[in-house]
């Protein structure tokens, strides 16, 4: 027990991070789920961040307070944003969350309220590994039970062809509002957690960077289910430690002042979404369920029938 704790106290930062990058990309999932390209995950996980350090600061209210105070900060901002800019599909809807994005930005450097440039520094250290592995849980369960129940057959309905999914009775606008405000609640909850074990928050931790980061994260785990989120997330977060050698390497031989890990990282991306379209979590689905042995095979004693076209008939035997 006492190594289990000196390797998590080595590594607790590491590991806190990942499971708020795991967040992000679940917020991301339940937007991707509805078929809506928004970027905007980014900027909710700053009102959040700011939400709930503003009021451990300058309000003293308790940490378990101020947590669903940022999600639901961000949850309330959605839903207006929502309205007008959920009618826009594909790359219009992207660029437009991409500029909310940045009016939070700029708002959060002009506002004296947080900080300016500069952000909130000295935010109590106050997240812990528990309560981030407590909310994935609490998030993980809810998602399951979404896609279980009518409203993610509904989500997958309009995933798949919003005029038929309309044509059945089904009401896309909010289905779409409800699956962007979910998102932003998840997201303004891994900007309160990230807030308080960051101990600093600044626009910059929030802007267009952070917006793809948090796209590659749910791309690259898959969206076909919830918990691609999981290796998404984990295997980019720690790839780049995982890639210290490369930095290493890069200052034994002076390669230059550019950020090798970075390229490398890119790279490892990039494979895996051009060979790995459906992403991991859609690979190992296609693994799991592909043929087995001789399951598929026909029987040798069956008759068969060989068309002019090549295809085999099966006639059952009486």
């Not at 909130?120 to 998030?139: D, E, M, N, V, Y």
Request: glycine share 10%.
């Amino acid at each position: 027990m006492a190594a289990l704790m000196d390797w998590y106290g080595a590594h607790s930062t590491l590991i806190n991070l990942t499971g708020i990058n795991i967040l992000l990309a679940l917020s991301l999932y339940v937007t991707l789920s509805c078929a809506m390209l928004s970027l905007a995950n980014a900027a909710f996980m700053g009102i959040g961040a700011y939400t709930a350090a503003l009021l451990t600061i300058d309000a003293n209210w308790p940490f378990w307070a101020v947590l669903p105070a940022g999600a639901l900060a961000a949850a309330a901002v959605a839903v207006p944003l929502g309205l007008p800019i959920l009618r826009l599909r594909g790359v219009f809807l992207a660029i437009a969350t991409i500029g909310f994005g940045e009016v939070i930005r700029i708002v959060a450097l002009s506002v004296p309220l947080t900080g300016g440039a500069l952000g909130i520094p000295s935010i109590p250290a106050k997240t812990t590994w528990w309560q981030i592995a407590l909310a994935l849980l609490a998030i993980s369960y809810l998602l399951w039970h979404v896609e279980r129940s009518r409203l993610g057959h509904a989500f997958a309905a309009i995933r798949q062809d919003e005029l038929v999914a309309a044509s059945l009775g089904i009401n896309v606008t909010a289905h779409k509002l409800i699956a962007f405000v979910l998102g932003a609640f998840i997201a303004g909850l891994a900007g309160g957690l990230s807030a308080h074990l960051t101990h600093l928050i600044s626009p910059s931790d929030f802007g267009f960077s952070r917006a793809v980061d948090i796209l590659v994260y749910a791309v690259v785990g898959g969206t076909g289910a919830f918990w691609g989120a999981f290796p998404g997330a984990a295997l980019l977060t720690l790839l780049p430690e995982w890639l210290r050698v490369v930095a290493s390497f890069q200052a034994a031989h002076h390669l230059g002042a550019f950020d090798l890990r970075q390229i490398v990282t890119g790279a490892i991306t990039l494979l895996v979404i051009i060979f790995f379209p459906s992403g991991i979590s859609g690979t190992l689905l296609l693994w799991w369920r592909r043929p087995r042995g001789d399951a598929e095979r026909p029987d040798d004693d069956v008759p068969t029938t060989t068309t002019p076209a090549g295809a085999t008939i099966l006639h059952p035997v009486p």
